[in-house]
């Protein structure tokens, strides 16, 4: 302690003018708008190019696991390529269907920060209003659901997680259409909670919920977890259903950005009948 009061006492001018160098510089950034906004700006680049490498870090750690899931999807998507099927006659004969019009376009993106140990939780991606990104836009990854776009710039967007108070997803069994609502309590980041659903609904642990067809968000089918558990019956009319999310939201790196070409013209449709029925 001695020691530390002497080295303190020899370097006492260098010390006391590091610390009204620091004072000045923050009372004249403080007072100063256009100080606040270049440290502000300045700030969002060190960090946004820190989080750049913290990522690309975590992305080669979880390099196999990725790899892995990538190689699933690719499985997945060759087998719904015409090439996969074969014709058990001789004849084949090919129509040209202009019945069938592209209706979601995905933007890849990475994630570049991400939490899940908050009551509210976001993710940052690198992609922003440049790639074609805009607030409402659904985010998934190959194993499930993973949240919706809410703040934009050029080059970066933000994405309220599935673990976020303010989430809620449709969801229905995979092997039939009772769907209900999705959310998280808060805790395990690896559970979510599903309610509304009927009592008479039958279903079983370990049955598959995917989304609904009534998101204008996310497209029909996209999976979300399988159920883990139903709490006993309290008396109430719907069950109370604990779900076990597909996404691993401690372990993800690579994302898809789901734009619903048709979203703007579902959602005026729907607040011009709205607006009608108010009057």
């Known amino acids: 302690m001695r020691n530390l009061f002497l080295l303190l006492w020899r370097n006492n001018f260098t010390i006391l003018f590091l610390l009204l160098q620091s004072l000045s510089i923050y009372f004249l950034i403080r007072n100063n708008r256009f100080q606040q906004v270049s440290v502000f700006n300045s700030t969002n680049a060190v960090v946004g190019s820190i989080m750049g490498v ?87 990854s190959s194993t499930g659901i993973v949240g919706i776009v809410k703040d934009v710039s050029e080059h970066y967007c933000t994405v309220m997680s599935l673990l976020h108070k303010n989430s809620k997803v449709s969801a229905r069994f995979n092997h039939n259409n009772y769907f209900g609502s999705l959310s998280w309590d808060g805790d395990d980041p690896r559970i979510a909670q599903l309610s509304e659903i009927p009592k008479h609904v039958v279903f079983k642990i370990g049955d598959t919920l995917v989304t609904t067809r009534y998101s204008a968000i996310f497209p029909e089918g996209v999976m979300i977890g399988t159920v883990r558990k139903s709490n006993p019956d309290m008396g109430g009319n719907f069950h109370d259903i604990t779900v076990n999310l597909s996404t691993e939201f401690s372990n993800i790196s690579h994302v898809y950005i789901v734009d619903n070409l048709m979203k703007s013209e579902q959602n005026d449709l729907e607040s011009k009948t709205e607006s009608e029925d108010d009057k």
């Open 54 to 140: 913290v990522s690309e870090v975590t992305e080669y750690i979880n390099l196999k696991e990725n790899n892995e899931n990538l190689s699933r999807e690719n499985a997945r998507l060759k087998a719904l390529l015409p090439e996969s099927y074969y014709e058990n006659r001789s004849v084949r004969t090919m129509v040209a269907d202009s019945s069938r019009s592209q209706k979601y376009s995905y933007i890849a993106a990475r994630v570049i920060n991400n939490s899940v140990n908050k009551r509210n939780n976001f993710l940052t991606l690198d992609k922003g209003s440049l790639h074609g990104v805009h607030p409402d836009m659904g985010v998934i």
